[in-house]
């Protein structure tokens, strides 16, 4: 039997979860974009900014003092304070420290425990798109139905209370809300969420809410202030909330975040974290402590950076003829490229291959993202510039086909 026969057999070892489940929609262009030169990504979706410096120092010095142990499987008693103190004092949640919030590695793990926890073959999730790529697989993963609600760019990508009605059956068991949204920048406005929250009690449903965007708000929205799905009356008890420090606080390569809830629903997420991942890394959560306690300063700056990016940038692909929905929160835009006459895909590949920008396929979140690509500002302003030069000329070149 040949090599690639061999490895073709080994396949049939892996689950029918996993040979199912597609490979990220987002990482085909980078890799493509990887081997070219002169090229500006408008694709990933991480921070250009370094960790802010207390932080960092945090980590050096705990990583001298040989603080390089396990910590209690739900992280440590200062930062899960620091968490629980900063919610209540930011939009007025108040979670227990000992005993409703967990430290996790980035919420991507919070996510994976909440979808284990809480979900049975056979439930049923609603999840608005776009979205993430990660929402639906680990959905999968547990082995759950999932059940695509779409939304659209005349109600401002907001999921209404209205649409998900007629999503929900009796197998329905979660909703799932990400917002700040990644890929199309939107917001939910506090009385969507209390329509919301009246159709979540009224059909006795979950809500997990990734709000890893929380403090990267922009122009009225920022104005109102983001809000916190548990926050809204109805949904505290109901709610298992997903943050971390990523996004706001530059630290994607530490790998730390935290879930809240309800004791009873968050002792289940422990119990699945404990045999999964025993703690989250001990010098991240001393680095966390200090970029939560200390480093408030520097997230804002970050924000205006990326506040005057988000308007170069918006500005000049709606001035390139292509429609841009404002987005108000995360470091995404979403414009409409349909007058081009391409596919997403499409746009997307021929974008890479002559003018050297990469950006994502809208449809890789979802089929609403048909037609749309996601464009990232979270890089450096003069790159942003240059990216809208760009594409304003090859836009140019294909508009209308």
């Known amino acids: 039997m040949s090599d690639a026969a061999v490895t073709a057999d080994l396949e049939t070892y892996l689950s029918e979860r996993v040979r199912s489940t597609p490979p990220s929609g987002i990482r085909r262009f980078f890799e493509i974009a990887a081997t070219m030169d002169d090229v500006i990504s408008l694709g990933i979706g991480e921070p250009d900014f370094v960790t802010p410096q207390p932080a960092v120092q945090a980590g050096i010095d705990a990583l001298n003092d040989g603080q390089t142990s396990y910590t209690a499987n739900a992280g440590r008693a200062d930062l899960r304070t ?16 000992e005993d409703e919030i967990l430290s996790t590695v980035g919420v991507s793990e919070a996510m994976q425990l909440t979808m284990l926890s809480v979900l049975d073959p056979g439930d049923e999730i609603l999840i608005p798109e776009p979205c993430f790529v990660s929402y639906a697989p680990t959905a999968r ?5 999932v059940v695509h609600v779409p939304t659209s760019v005349e109600n401002n990508f907001q999921v209404t209370a209205e649409t998900l009605e007629s999503y929900i059956t009796p197998n329905t068991k979660a909703l799932f809300l990400g917002y700040p949204n990644n890929p199309t920048g939107a917001v939910l406005r506090r009385d ?10 009224e059909h006795d449903l979950l809500v997990i809410s ?9 122009g009225e929205a920022h104005e109102r202030g983001h809000v916190c799905v548990p926050s809204i009356d109805g949904l505290r008890e109901r709610t298992i909330l997903l943050g971390g420090f990523s996004k706001g606080y530059a ?13 009873p629903i968050l002792r289940g997420l422990y119990k699945v974290h404990q ?11 001393i680095a966390a402590h200090t970029a939560i306690t200390e480093c408030q300063d520097e997230v804002e700056t970050m924000r205006q950076a990326y506040d005057e990016r988000r308007r170069v940038l918006v500005d000049g692909l709606n001035e390139a003829g292509l429609p841009t929905f404002e987005p108000e929160g995360a470091f995404y835009c979403f414009p409409d490229i349909r007058s081009t006459g391409l596919t997403s895909e499409e746009f997307v590949q021929q974008l890479l291959e002559e003018e050297h920008v990469a950006c994502v396929p809208g449809d890789a979140f979802g089929p609403s993202g048909a037609g749309y690509v996601r464009c990232s500002y979270a890089t450096g302003l003069d790159d942003v510039k240059e990216a809208v030069r760009r594409i304003q000329r090859f836009a140019a070149k294909h508009q209308n086909g």
Do not use: H, K
């Not at 969507?192 to 009690?201: G, K, M, N």
């Not at 990734?210 to 922009?218: M, N, W």
């Not at 630290?251 to 004791?263: F, L």
């Open 82 to 97: 620091a968490i629980s103190e900063e919610l209540s004092s930011r939009y007025g949640v108040s979670y227990d420290a």
């Open 141 to 145: 993963f547990a082995e759950a139905n």
């Open 192 to 201: 969507t969420l209390e329509d919301i929250a009246a159709l979540v009690q």
């Open 210 to 218: 990734d709000e890893i965007y929380d403090r990267l708000v922009y």
């Open 251 to 263: 630290m994607t390569g530490w790998r730390i975040g935290y879930a809240c809830a309800p004791a």
């Open 275 to 285: 045999y999964m991942i025993m703690s989250a890394p001990t010098v991240s959560q």
